[in-house]
């Protein structure tokens, strides 16, 4: 037989579709790096859009190429000893005990890689630490159940009163609400389905600039986790944490907070919105603008005021 697998052309076809479907099963499942934000059904870690992201990307496919390769091999092997050297097939036990040579071998290859891995975790975490020539610094503070940015610096020049709160947008707090009525399928942004996933004002940040997070809260621990980034901080009252980052890639990008934190933990939505520096430089030009306005028209009052004249008969009334 040809077709049916059990020929030894058939043996040859069905091999050749194993290994196929092998094939498609490790893009089902690396597949979905392409995207930026996580997708529905993906089961690997987003690559992210960072110069950092790489790293845990990178390790975290290490680690788990290393745990299906000594699975394989102890299952494998165990498999093997209990069905072929089983007692009703005649195999007999042999009499000795140990083996020096194989155990060494069992004792030294994991202790490298014990040692691999390590140097792969401790170098990606002095990577992260690092947060020395950064070129602008956010202000990140977790309150229930929304967040706060503020722009303390970019470019080596101090921001003043540019900030805001973010929260969960109307939309989806409305259609969250029991017995609403609305299809949580119909809240959607630019043609994204963003239930619980939007919010009314995103953080505007440059690309290709090296960003600096100061992340704390106002009154439980939150954390605040965008996986496109490649990390999460713990957001800890009286605590300041320190993160970095440098998007490669504008785009949304779209995390939650990742500590459980009240009633309302899973409707706080974290919304990063990286833009190109012109644009990003328009954008903070406009922020800054009204808080600038009212001092202009001060200072040009003050000069008006200065100039008015009182009368002689008024000043000796």
Not at 29 to 45: C, D, R
Not at 58 to 87: D, E, P, T, Y
């Amino acid at each position: 037989m040809r077709a049916g697998g059990i020929g030894k052309h058939g043996i040859r076809f069905g091999a050749k579709h194993i290994v196929g479907a092998w094939g498609a099963a490790v893009l089902g499942l690396f597949g979905s790096s392409v995207e930026a934000n996580p997708q529905p059904g993906q089961l690997n870690l987003t690559p992210g859009v960072t110069t950092y992201s790489e790293v845990p990307y990178l390790l975290n496919n290490v680690s788990l190429g290393v745990c299906v390769v000594i699975g394989i091999l102890v299952f494998g092997a165990m498999f093997i000893a209990m069905f072929r050297f089983r007692k009703s097939a005649g195999a007999v036990a042999e009499k000795w005990s140990h083996n020096t040579t194989v155990e060494i071998i069992w004792t030294v290859i994991p202790i490298l890689i014990l040692i691999t891995l390590a140097w792969l975790a401790t170098n990606g975490l002095r990577q992260f630490s690092d947060t020395t020539g950064a070129q602008m610094t956010v202000k990140v503070t977790g309150y229930q159940w929304k967040w706060r940015y503020d722009y303390v610096d970019y470019q080596g020049k101090a921001i003043s009163k540019v900030g805001f709160m973010s929260k969960l947008d109307d939309q989806s707090n409305a259609t969250r609400q029991l017995n609403s009525g609305l299809d949580p399928w119909a809240v959607k942004a630019d043609g994204e389905q963003t239930y619980l996933l939007n919010v009314d004002h995103p953080l505007v940040v440059p690309i290709h600039t090296k960003i600096r997070f100061v992340i704390t809260a106002d009154d439980v621990i939150h954390s605040w986790f965008v996986p496109a980034l490649g990390w999460k901080m713990d957001a800890i009252p009286g605590v300041v944490n320190a993160a970095w980052t440098n998007i490669n890639t504008p785009g949304i990008y779209r995390g939650q907070c990742a500590e459980l934190c009240g009633q309302d933990h899973g409707f706080m939505p974290i919304v990063v919105k990286a833009v190109s520096q012109e644009d990003f430089a328009k954008w903070l030009a406009s922020q800054q603008q009204p808080a600038a306005a009212p001092a202009a028209a001060a200072t040009a009052a003050a000069p008006a005021q200065a100039s008015v004249q009182v009368p002689a008969h008024a000043t000796q009334g």
